[in-house]
Structure formats: C-alpha cells, structure tokens
C-alpha cells in the first residue's frame, strides 16, 4: 500500500487525527507530509511502521513541528532527509541538521516523544521489586521505597506506588 505524498503541501493543516489509520500492509511513506509548516504535533504511536521501505523525505520542511508521539524505534532502509528542516522537532534529543534519517525515528535517543500507556491493571506496592521501569521503558534504579508516588512496571506488571 502507499501512503506516498498523501498530505503533501498542505501549508495550512494545523492536527491530523491518525489513530484509526491502518499502516499495517503500507511499504511506502516518503513524503507523507512534505510541506505540511502548520503542523505542530503529531501522534503516531498507532503507526506500524515494519513493512514500510521508503520514508524519504517523510517530514521534510515541517518547520513547525514540535512533537511526534511514537513508542516504538522504525527501521527503514530508505529515509533520507526524512527530518529535514524540522528544525523545532525535540523528542529524546533536540533537532541536529546533520542526522535526519530513520537512526533518529526512536523515542530513546532520536526525536520521537514516548507516549504514556493507559494503565489496564494495577497492583498496589511492590515489597521485594525486582526490576523496576518508568512507563517509558526507562529502566529506574535506586530502591522501591526512595521512588516519588507514581506509576511503574515492576516486575512486569503496572504498578502504583501511593
């Protein structure tokens, strides 16, 4: 499938709701927003990225883009210049001219922005916690106890420490 250029040019388009797109079977996405200066932010954590072999110039020129929310790193042969000139983009870094292809489509060390997953099912405590992780995927170090209140995977499992 291709989603090649599909909101090539479209100056004035300020959001996109996506996350009933289905990516799934999609191999090309170069292009996809070329041009698009008035988006802000974009939220493509629905996206399914594994068959897609061509991500050129995906985002070129998006000179406002701030965010894009992914949770996963895409792999992709072909991406060049797939970040250019998005020159407010911040994820886990902040925007570096020279580095604009698919290596920096990750929200660890690239610009995407890990969103936070919805809790399903919680557990309260965590006496013994073994292995201990931010909902990011950030593996936490330091005791159960020194943690300020939040939510954590421990172990596995979502839970809240009061």
């Known amino acids: ?4 250029g599909m909101f090539s ?22 292009r996809m927003f070329i041009g698009c ?3 802000t932010s974009l939220d493509l954590s629905h996206f399914n990225t594994q ?18 929310n992914s949770n996963t790193a895409w792999q992709c042969p072909e991406s060049y210049r797939m970040f ?3 020159t407010k ?7 570096d001219k020279y580095k604009t292809d698919a ?5 660890e060390t690239g610009y995407f922005t890990a969103k936070p997953t919805a809790v399903e099912s919680v557990r309260f405590g965590a006496d013994g916690a073994q292995h ?11 005791a159960w106890k020194h943690l300020p209140a939040g939510v954590y995977v421990v172990n596995g499992k979502k839970t809240v420490k009061p």
């Open 1 to 4: 499938t291709y989603m090649g």
């Open 51 to 68: 068959k897609v072999t061509n991500m050129d110039w995906m985002f070129y020129g998006c000179s406002a883009l701030t965010t894009i």
């Open 103 to 107: 290596r920096m489509a990750n929200p």
């Open 89 to 95: 983009l911040k994820g886990a870094v902040a925007y």
């Open 132 to 142: 201990i992780y931010t909902l990011q995927g950030k593996r936490v170090r330091g």
């Open 37 to 39: 200066s008035g988006l």
């Open 84 to 86: 250019d000139n998005c």
């Open 9 to 30: 040019g479209c100056k004035a388009l300020t959001s996109l709701d996506l996350k009933h797109f289905n990516t799934q079977n999609v191999t090309d996405m170069r």
